[in-house]
């Protein structure tokens, strides 16, 4: 599939919007885009809609268990539904588009539980609600289905990787690093196998230990921890989870890397490390865990194209570079932001959530078995008329 973001030669593109609120909890990310019946894509509009405090809050206590969840639940789901229908709006007044012009809103939901071992995962969201407030049909739950068949129901994103930054001749990997980071691997040439997996942290512990020391909700350009010194023994007590070594498929979440899970490693290492030293260690923690995904997995890799908000992070990106060097030394890698294939990197998961509704519409498969460990390929999403 050929990606044209401002133009288009699609002869009747069929529009649709993709909706997404990641791991980071900060808010939601929208993409309008129009698919060609040749397979093209031009994305016409792009908007943000942060989450406030309150929302924010409630999503964080329902990563874990706690009293009244259900309603506790029920009634962030509805708040998230009200947001989603605001970005739905702005997308269309950009776009200046009515919604009876759009086919449908393919939206993630919010992760608050990931748990794909004992059956399910669950991403709360209110798709009826979001149907009525936007007019448009509305397609939801992406996951649960790959999870019934057996896979992780994550990464989604590799498949539309492959269609949109898949390449005839060099083997790209693509990396989203939002709260938790995933590859998808893109060997040279469209007849080679797609996969990827999660390799671990993105921002979430960062973000978690800067709104701890600072009360910020991330470390802008990395700045705090670049002014850090990454502490060695810390960096190998991170890095001895067993996640790691895992072999794919493999996804994560908030489950697993959260701040109890960094004070674990703290009180193992004992030592007194300073606020700062800690913030430059995690994000070598966050580049590191993701070089070694790419020398395990990926060892023929021309260039990595980073995407997610991470890639507006300096610090980290050049720990990314230095690591991968260190670990090809007789190949160098080079490290790009996906803007170098024409997306820019905060578009991109809304873009594949836009791309999976398509994909549902047609009723076509959005899954990737040899990423999730699916038992097959899978039409994703289940559809709220409008
Ligand atoms: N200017 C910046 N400098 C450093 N980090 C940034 C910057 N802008 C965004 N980020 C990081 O990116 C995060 C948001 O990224 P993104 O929206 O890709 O995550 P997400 O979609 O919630 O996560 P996931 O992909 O895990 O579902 C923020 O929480 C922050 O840590
Ligand atoms: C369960 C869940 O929400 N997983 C997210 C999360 O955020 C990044 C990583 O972990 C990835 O596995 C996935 O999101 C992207 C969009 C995906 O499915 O490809």
Redesign the pocket.
Known sequence: MATAPSSTDTSSPSLYIGL?S??SLDGVDGALAAFGVDGGMATLATAYVPFPDELRASLMALQAGGENEIEREALAANALAVRYAQCVTALLEQAGLGPEQVHMVGV?GQ?IR?RPELGF?R?TNNPALLAELSGIDVVADF?SRDVAAGGQ??????AFHRAVFGDEWQSRVVV?I?????ISILPAGSGQATSGF?TGP?NVLMDAWINRHQGKHYDADGAWGAAGQVHAGLLAQLSTEEFFRLPPPK???RDLFHLGWLQQALSRIGADIAPQDVQATLTALTASSIADAIAAHAPGTDTVYVCGGGADNGYLMRLLQERLAMRSAEKHIAVKSTAALGIAPNHV?AL?FAWLAWRFDQRLPGNLPAVTGARGLRILGALYPA
């Open positions: 997404m990641g791991t993630h992760t990931h995962t991403q996951r129901g994550a990464p989604l994103v590799p989203n939002g709260g938790i980071s995933n999660d993105g996804s994560s979440g998961e594949a």
